[in-house]
């Protein structure tokens, strides 16, 4: 017999973890609505051709191809088998795979809204929670298999929304407890000066890519791969000068201004991040708990960024890094024949915050909590009573249950102090006879006994 194993890069999530999931899931959520998020979901596969392309090229390979049926039919079997060693050898063959599972939320969005602008009231605001999947080398804070909270606008070009989604960045973390987290923030347009700096802007994803992996490789290692890219020693000394800008916001500007200030794109991008500082620095949900920080290393290594950039980093005494990220997209839509949309959106990291949430012990004590109350089971007279009350109590919204057989009384505590059942309801021959409940407070081992009409408006917290 097998031995039952999960894929690699999945996890099962028992009770006590979709509890704390739930939480977190909930207030972000709770916070969308607070800004006038609406809700949205869309299929878990989509067609290949709308995803491929879109992630640039360390994206693309991480998306998870599903092979098409066909092997059940001999006529076809000898070719769908030559393709999929096509397949296998990194080719897209279309006969043999042409659904993917989708990488993230926001490409599927823009589809969703090229296919649905017409009736679409614009600008529109919307919110999506839901797993998504990628082909990468499972680590710490790193699956195959994960969820995405996305909150995006579309139809309108106002900086006034990356003012909003970084301030629902502090709000969700906040709430959450989690201080001491960093709002870094870049331009893409930036970006795009230095490529044109070091000689066309067809050089800028091979800059990106390459300094978005600065942190894990290091100068050097980022300076090999720029050589490797096809950049020469000059070009390679001025983003190396470009990496090197530090200290404040303030002075960073004015490096940055030094550096690529004459470039149109290198204009533009910075009076748009000197407008969204500015506004940010005085903003009540901004200012406490976080670090905002002018990043001009953060490059998020997709193709579809076209302005502000966002990444949410954990608080550094968890090693953990992103937590959420996004930026500002102005032709999404394009890709699927519908120009002039501009959007802009950012991202949580579900699961890493909540490994962050778990290393910083941030859930509520009370978050384990299910069942409030359980009815011992004595007898079958005595439970019949005991379920008849246990739906009244139901239906004021109290969340109890009935042990499920008659038992030792032992045996139905060890069950309510496993379960972290607060309070235990008992109905034994003297209650039944006199109409009454014992309750009892297993955290304070106090208990009372009253009438049942009592019972229904018994406080059990």
Known sequence: MAKPSLPQGTRDFGPDVVRKRTYILNTIRNVFELYGFQPLETPAIENLDTLMGKYGEEGDKLIFKILNNGLDNADKEKQIREDFEKVLEGENVK?????????????????????NHSQLTFPFKRYQIQPVWRADRPQRGRYREFYQCDADVVGSNSLLNEVELASIYADVFTQLGIKGFELRINHRKIL????????????????????????????????????????????????????????????????????????????????????????LATHPSTSSGSKLILDFTLARGLDYYTGII????????????????????????????????????????????????????????????????????????????????????????????????????????????????????????????????????????????????????????
């Open 192 to 279: 795009t000066a230095l490529a044109e700096v070091c000689g066309g802007a067809d050089k800028m994803m091979n800059i990106t890519i390459a300094i978005d992996k600065l942190d894990k490789i290091g100068l050097e290692k980022v300076k090999e791969e720029l050589s490797q890219r096809g950049l020469n020693n000059e070009q390679i000394a001025i983003i190396e000068k470009y990496l090197a800008v530090s200290a404040s916001s303030e002075e960073q500007l004015i490096q940055i201004k030094n550096l690529l200030g004459e470039n149109e794109s290198g204009k533009k991008g910075i009076e748009e991040l000197e407008y969204i500082l500015s506004q």
């Open 95 to 115: 006969g043999i795979t042409e659904r993917a599972l989708k990488y993230d939320l926001t490409i599927p969005f823009a589809r969703y809204v090229a296919m």
């Open 310 to 461: 966002f990444e949410a980093k954990a608080p550094a005494e968890v090693k953990i890094g992103s937590i959420g990220g996004g930026g500002r997209y102005d032709d999404l839509t394009g890709l699927f024949g519908v120009p002039n949309i501009p959007g802009v959106g950012i991202s949580f990291g579900v699961d890493r915050i909540y490994d962050v949430m778990e290393e910083l012990n941030l859930f509520p004590p009370d978050i384990h909590i299910g069942t409030q109350v359980l009815f011992f089971n004595l007898g079958e007279a005595e439970s019949n009573a005991a379920f008849r009350l246990m739906q009244q109590l139901r239906q004021k919204g109290i969340r109890s249950e009935l042990f499920h057989e008659q038992a030792k009384f032992d045996k139905q505590f060890k069950y309510a102090e496993k379960k972290n059942i607060p309070y235990i309801i008992i109905i034994g021959d003297k209650e039944l006879k006199e109409n009454t409940s014992t309750v009892k407070n297993l955290a304070t081992s106090q208990q009372e006994t009253i009438g049942a009409d009592a019972l229904l408006i018994y406080s059990f917290t």
